[in-house]
């Protein structure tokens, strides 16, 4: 059974940092692209940054470009988000998620979700 399971969410000040995680199991992600998206309340769902298997390539959304890291590490099968001068408008459900091909969009696979919240 394939599992993503993330975590490292929190409350955290304007102008803070968070670093979230998201292990996987049941499977070899080492391959696949894996995303950050994000949900907040009332809006839809929106991409964050996606990471290639090998690490490269990286593509973020603009809103969140220089702020934030994506990185991974498949000999632990782990995925990271680096989230530094967090904002008020930072403040979602943040979900992890791994593909076979490159995308932006669409996502095989999903974990359940962390909560960020960032107070002004």
């Known amino acids: 059974q394939v599992q993503l399971v993330e975590s490292g969410g929190g409350l955290v000040q304007a102008g803070g940092s968070l670093r979230l995680s998201c292990a996987a199991s049941?499977?070899?992600?080492?391959?696949?692209?894996k995303a950050w998206f994000r949900q907040a309340p009332g809006k839809e769902r929106e991409f964050v940054a996606a990471?290639?298997?090998?690490?490269?390539?990286?593509y973020y959304a603009d809103s969140v470009k220089g702020r934030f890291t994506i990185s991974r590490d498949n000999a632990k099968n782990t995925l990271h988000l680096q989230m530094n001068s967090l904002k008020p408008d930072d403040t979602a459900l943040y979900y992890c998620?791994?593909?076979?091909?490159?995308?932006?969009?669409?996502?095989?696979?999903w974990g359940q979700g962390t909560q960020v919240t960032v107070s002004s």
């Open positions: 998620a791994a593909n076979n091909v490159w995308s932006v969009g669409y996502y095989q696979y």
């Open positions: 049941g499977r070899t992600f080492s391959t696949y692209t």
């Open positions: 990471i290639g298997g090998s690490g490269t390539p990286t």
